[in-house]
């Protein structure tokens, strides 16, 4: 079945960065978008960019452009979701979530979210 | 950017009653609505896609509606496993945006 599978939980220091891994199983890993999402403490969903696993491009939010990098590899199926100059309020869940829209030959279509990835909590805090 | 706008924010229900939750876009995004249910302390789970399509494996009970800028999801009888918080989303456009949230609570 298809499957996510992220990294475990994670607490650094303001201004560090974290990096968080979500393998993929049960399908072509390059054949569609990721997207990553984040959920802050009691709060809600907050969509963060996509990543082309089979071309590595990208495309973020504008409120995260500049601290977040997305990236793959390929050869062990995994996507990673790389956060930099981290704050407090960074702290919350992060999620990578497979795309509904197929890489080749064209993105088109409605774009929703299954399945997602356990949820990485990274901890922000000095 | 779309603004999407849950309502109500929580809401009591008993097991076998009808529910509605309604979901406002700040603009039209035509079928671009998808719903989504969390439980306490798992991922999101896709119920229904392109607001009215239903995923596979997501009980009969589960039903949406809409288009252009209003849409709602419905339980046509509770369960007890329904009990969880409720997202809409939309993804006409980046950056895509979600709902609140709604939060159905046992009565």
């Known amino acids: 079945q298809v499957q996510l599978v992220q990294s475990g939980a994670e607490v650094k220091k303001p201004g560090a960065s974290v990096k968080v891994s979500c393998k993929a199983s049960?399908?072509?890993?390059?054949?569609?978008?990721m997207h990553w999402v984040r959920q802050a403490p009691g709060q809600g969903l907050e969509w963060m960019g996509w990543?082309?696993?089979?071309?590595?491009?990208?495309h973020y939010a504008q409120k995260f452009q500049g601290r977040v990098t997305l990236t793959r590899d390929t050869s062990i199926s995994t996507a990673y979701m790389e956060l930099s100059r981290l704050r407090s309020d960074d702290t919350a869940v992060y999620y990578c979530?497979?795309?509904?829209?197929?890489?080749?030959?064209?993105?088109?279509?409605?774009?929703?979210?299954?399945?997602w990835g356990q949820g990485t909590l990274v901890t922000v805090s000095s | 950017d779309i603004q999407m706008t849950q309502s109500p924010s929580s809401l009591s229900a008993s097991a076998g009653d009808r529910v509605t939750i309604t979901c406002r876009a700040s603009?039209?995004?035509?079928?671009?609505l998808n719903w989504y249910q969390q439980k306490s302390g798992k991922a999101p789970k896709l119920l229904i896609y392109?607001?009215?399509s239903l995923q596979s494996g997501v009980p009969s009970r589960f039903s949406g509606s809409g288009s252009g800028t209003d849409f709602t999801l419905t339980i046509s009888s509770v369960q007890p496993e329904d009990f969880a918080t409720y997202y809409c989303?939309?993804?006409?456009?980046?950056?895509?945006?979600f709902g609140q949230g709604t939060k159905l609570e046992i009565k």
């Open positions: 979530a497979r795309s509904s829209i197929v890489v080749i030959p064209a993105a088109e279509g409605i774009d929703w979210f299954d399945p």
């Open positions: 990543l082309n696993p089979n071309s590595g491009g990208t």
């Open positions: 989303q939309q993804s006409y456009i980046t950056p895509y945006s």
């Open positions: 049960g399908y072509t890993f390059t054949g569609y978008y």
């Open positions: 603009q039209s995004i035509t079928t671009y």
């Open positions: 392109a607001a009215s």
